[in-house]
């Protein structure tokens, strides 16, 4: 479906996978992973993951075997973002395909 994507994922993006929250409520993150993705910055209405409407200025297009999640934080052009939702795109039953909102 986004074969052609994927040689335009050239950028590079960081994230930190989420690990746990600490007494006070402070997230902890494991260690910095680094993968290429295309960037599109349109304003895209999608649900997070509690079904709630938001408002993604920013979408990542990765790998579909890049590790993401949605409690992950994203560092792109020297920002730090959480990941506020992901979709899936699927071929041949795995995932092809990550558009990361952010």
Known sequence: MYNSL?????IPM??????SRSGTGAKTYGTT????CYAAGDVTVVKDK??????????LFV???CTIKELDSVTFE??????????????KGAVD???VYL
């Open 33 to 36: 992973i680094s993968v290429l």
């Open 78 to 91: 020297g920002r730090e973002n959480e990941v506020r939702s992901i979709s899936y795109f699927y071929r």
């Open 50 to 59: 509690d079904g709630k409407e938001i408002v993604s200025t920013k979408q």
């Open 63 to 65: 790998d579909g075997s």
């Open 97 to 99: 395909l990550k558009v």
């Open 6 to 10: 994927k040689s335009w994922m050239d």
């Open 14 to 19: 960081t994230y930190k996978p989420y690990i």
